[in-house]
């Protein structure tokens, strides 16, 4: 991140501006442009100060908020931080993309982390959702007449210091649109911390397409909270672990009952995109597996009554394994989807980890 010197907002204050509007109505109509919006996008540019250092990092975010009635918020969200991360709110199931490990973690049913989600709290839709929002004075920045409107966050004793944390944002009255916020941190009265954010690029559209995440080809997907095997992956060449697990009808398998053909072991979870798309794959009626390979889904992260309902909506067509986070650290597993092919011998042929299309389709018999 680009070190900055700050000195924007503190020498812009105070000056005075004209608006045919009150400030009553200039955030009514802002609140009803924002908060209204079937689907609404923006930049921001965050000047975040390290109190410890002195010092001031600038963070480029590109936002999308889209009303969502189903979900906690009321609105599915995306967030992406240059080329380092994205972040995905869809169906209160969050999803955090690390380009760099090529990994997604995902949170389901979690809304406490969303508190300090910078995408969300810094962004207009949760400002002006508080009803503590109050007019303090017009002001002028970077030329243009703003309207500024406080928001007391916190005022209160923490042990021995006295905390107060107060939000500014300030709103075009020419547009409603909010341009600026300065959120000011002290401690016992003394600056503690200062974040300063600029939006621009807005756009509005219509709900045409649910947001959806979009994850590139080969990452896996995490649940997070869920221990991980300590252990590696198996490499070609190994004896595949025996294990007895039931299906969802109640049958057990092992793996050991198919000696002689070759068995895939698909394993996946339910908030995992690529594992989806690999079921989509597999039920194409232009796909088929050889006759001597046995497939079988296995789960290690989803309890059985979740499985149930996903099975019900979605229709693996093949055998559905589940209890298997014991199997899972036997296998190494560390993400999803996992596959590994054995061989008729009991023995590993094949080990990818994520979604591969060419790894697929050379599956798929009715190609060949």
């Known amino acids: 991140m680009k070190k900055v010197v700050f000195g924007l907002a503190a020498g812009l204050l105070g000056f005075s501006c004209e608006s045919s509007l009150s400030p009553d109505d200039v955030l009514k109509n802002s609140k009803q442009q924002i908060l209204e919006a079937g689907q609404i996008g923006f930049d921001q540019?965050?000047?975040?100060?390290?109190?410890?250092?002195?010092?001031?990092?600038t963070i480029q975010y590109e936002t999308l908020f889209q009303r969502n009635p189903e979900v906690s918020?009321?609105?599915?969200?995306y967030g992406k931080k240059g080329e380092e991360s994205e972040f995905w709110f869809v169906g209160n199931v969050s999803y955090v993309v690390n380009h760099g490990n090529k990994n997604v973690t995902v949170l389901e049913d979690q809304p406490d982390q969303l508190l300090s989600n910078s995408y969300r709290s810094f962004s207009p839709i949760h400002l002006l959702s508080q009803e503590a929002l109050a007019y303090k004075q017009d002001t002028v920045i970077d030329g243009k007449s703003l309207m500024d409107f406080v928001w007391v966050e916190m005022d209160t004793m923490i042990s021995d210091k006295q905390v107060y944390l107060e939000n500014h944002l300030f709103i075009n009255p020419a547009n409603f649109l909010p341009e600026f916020l300065s959120r000011r941190l002290y401690h016992n009265k003394r600056r503690n911390q200062l974040i300063e954010v600029f939006y621009s690029e807005y756009s509005f559209?219509?709900?045409?397409?649910?947001?959806?995440?979009?994850i590139p080809q080969g990452y896996i997907s995490k649940a997070a909270g869920f221990e991980v095997a300590e252990s590696k992956l198996l490499s070609v060449g190994d004896n595949a672990p025996d294990f007895k697990l039931q299906d969802l009808n109640g049958n057990w398998v092992r793996v050991s009952d198919f000696k002689g053909k070759k068995v895939l072991l698909d394993f996946s979870m339910i908030n995992c995109g690529w594992c989806k798309i690999a079921i989509d794959e597999f039920k194409k009626p232009s796909f088929s597996f050889a006759e001597n390979v046995v497939p079988l889904y296995v789960n290690p992260v989803d309890e059985r009554e979740k499985m149930e309902k996903y099975q019900a909506k979605v229709g693996i067509p093949f055998p559905v394994l589940v209890g298997a986070k014991e199997v899972g650290q036997a296998y190494g597993v560390k993400g999803y989807p996992t596959f590994y092919l054995i061989d008729e011998k009991g023995n590993i042929e094949i080990v990818n980890q994520g979604y591969s299309d060419k790894l697929i389709q050379n599956w798929n018999a009715s190609k060949k």
């Not at 540019?45 to 010092?55: A, F, K, R, V």
């Not at 918020?73 to 969200?77: A, I, M």
């Open 205 to 214: 559209d219509q709900v045409n397409i649910p947001l959806e995440p979009t």
């Open 45 to 57: 540019t965050l000047i975040w100060e390290d109190p410890n250092l002195g010092e001031f990092d």
């Open 73 to 77: 918020l009321g609105y599915d969200f």
